[in-house]
């Protein structure tokens, strides 16, 4: 692949990226309240105690929180400056993948791994589905080439640029930005037998530069919570805010401190990578399957030329992963810059030798077949659910379809065309999402489309009260305002209250005067079902929310 092609391409998903940043309104619940309480940073001047709508927040460290203050400052209160430091982010663990890649691999495979990361369906989710893995995956990425470079070269800036990456990590979620260097490094000196590395003076430096950087947020976490003891955060009174985040925050999932339970099967992020590391998801595996076999082979000692950083970090970090009692799909994330330098290793072979020739010509027929389905699906999606979307949006992705079979069946083409019809596919599904589907879908998304109706309407948000729930961040930060949630005896004549439908004939027992001023039909839009996506269907399966007035 030469560089104008790999140029192009990567281009392309960085429109992509951008398009998903201005166009898609932000999901409940942790990328709307993530931006609700950087607002909130911003209004109070509170940048080392955390609040969410005016309570003590303690789950995320600030790092995300800080810098999207900063652009809000800078650019306002939008949707788009709350994710602009995390779609930078994405871009340096793209060049980091990059440059680690090419520390060890010929430039055609560095490329390809960027390619790889950079067109994975993960990273355009969370490029508008914004959380702090996207900055925490920028973070590790570069603190593994600098150290990785550092240890090649033992240049001092690498050094400190590579702790000082961990330390932003640490201050972006937690511990974890520590343990995956780790993870990916310990058994790559392992199998090559650097036993030195594990005992260098220059580890004490880099532990010191990460206590330095730590400093801000943990005088914010003392003052917060450790000078005042008992503070209930999610039921549970918290004696130390400093023990949360260095120690139950992380390895209180093991321990059973954690008050979360999510998910705790050891195959849920494999099953997730199944769609959030697509195009490359099964040459991915079969890549880190030949690794593994060849290291058996090699009786597990590598020579000097060869890595394990990427194979065996990505390994540890998912077994750590996995045996957490509390796990979502993208607490993966943060190692996928790593599984892409492992896909890229493999297609290189797969692709541009002979090494799997008969191999490439099975999996270029499945893909081929499962990329087609894609794109009827992406079809139907713009034709069926959503009125909204203009007839004319399906047409256009049956012409993409059209371009998609172009690609495969033409005779000669000057790359390899399972890489050619993958990028195609998931750069061009994603537009349409991000132009179309989200957009329609979240419009039953009661937070923003509440905050829309009120700030049309020029309603003043003074007099309007949540009853007895929150109804979604979304609602408080597009509306640039807090609302406060009030029970049914709280109420007075002199507010409008947005509540579900179902609580009408208790509101009109207090007040017989009450009006409905609007009713809006919403959705669990993170939760798709069939049902819902089916319009004959969908009305079963809405939830409707008044603004009434008292």
Not at 177 to 186: G, K, R, Y
Not at 324 to 330: G, K
Not at 406 to 418: E, Q
């Amino acid at each position: 692949m030469n560089k104008n092609t790999f140029n192009i391409i990567i281009l392309s998903v960085i429109a992509v990226y951008i398009i998903g940043m201005f166009c898609v309104p932000l999901m409940d619940i942790d990328a709307a309240q993530y931006a609700s309480i950087s607002r909130e940073m911003l209004e109070r001047k509170s940048y080392l105690q955390l609040y969410d709508l005016g309570k003590d927040y303690l789950d995320k460290p600030p790092m995300l929180f800080w810098l999207s203050a900063l652009c809000m400052k800078i650019f306002g209160i939008h949707d788009w400056a709350y994710r602009l430091p995390s779609f930078l982010f994405s871009l340096i663990a793209i060049y980091s993948t990059f440059r680690l890649a090419y520390i060890f691999y010929k430039k055609e495979i560095a490329l390809l791994s960027a390619l790889v990361l950079a067109t994975s369906q993960a990273m355009f989710l969370i490029n508008h589905d914004v959380r702090t893995d996207t900055m925490l995956m920028g973070w590790v990425t570069f603190s593994l080439w600098q150290l990785a470079a550092w240890y090649a070269t033992k240049k001092w800036k690498n050094f400190l640029l590579g702790f000082i990456a961990i330390a932003g990590g640490m201050m972006t979620k937690g511990p974890i930005a520590l343990m995956v260097p780790a993870f990916a490094l310990v058994p790559h000196f392992i199998l090559r037998r650097e036993w030195k590395n594990f005992f260098r003076w220059e580890y004490l430096l880099g532990i010191l530069i990460i206590a330095i950087a730590l400093i801000p947020m943990s005088i914010g976490l003392y003052e917060q919570y450790d000078m005042h003891p008992g503070k209930i955060i999610n039921n549970v009174p918290i004696k130390s805010g400093l023990r949360f985040y260095y120690w139950t925050q992380s390895f209180g999932r093991y321990t059973g401190e954690n008050v979360f339970k999510e998910m705790n099967d050891f195959t849920f992020l494999l099953q997730n990578m199944l769609w959030s590391f697509l195009p490359w998801i099964i040459f991915f595996l079969m890549g880190l399957l030949l690794n593994v076999v060849r290291l058996v082979q090699d009786k597990f000692k590598l020579t000097q030329k060869e890595e394990w950083i990427t194979t065996g970090g990505f390994i540890v970090t998912y077994c750590v992963l996995a045996r957490s009692q509390a796990q979502l799909p993208h607490y993966i994330f943060v190692v996928f810059p790593l599984a892409s330098i492992v896909t890229a290793k493999f297609l290189y072979k797969l692709l541009f030798t002979s090494e799997f020739k008969k191999l490439q010509n099975v999996l270029s027929i499945f893909h081929f077949i499962i990329f087609g389905l894609l794109w009827l699906a992406v079809i139907v999606l713009m034709y069926w659910p959503f009125a909204t979307i203009p007839k004319f949006v399906s047409i256009i992705a049956a012409i993409c379809f059209i371009g998609y079979l172009i690609i495969i069946f033409r005779k000669k083409v000057k790359y390899p065309k399972l890489l050619l019809a993958a990028c195609f596919t998931t750069i061009g599904i994603n537009i349409f999402l991000n132009t179309s589907f989200y957009p329609s879908l979240l419009l039953y998304q009661r937070g923003n489309t509440f905050a829309s109706y009120i700030q049309n309407n020029k309603i003043d948000k003074n007099n309007i009260v949540l009853l007895n729930e929150n109804i979604g961040h979304s609602l408080h930060f597009y509306s640039n305002h807090i609302y406060p949630i009030v029970s049914l005896n709280e109420l007075n004549n002199k507010e409008m209250v947005i509540a579900k439908k179902d609580s009408l004939p208790f509101i009109m027992q207090r007040f017989p005067a009450a009006t409905v001023v609007t009713e809006i039909k919403t959705y669990g839009v993170t939760q798709l079902s069939l049902p819902f996506l089916n319009p004959k269907l969908r009305e079963k399966e809405l939830i409707i929310y008044d603004l009434i007035k008292l």
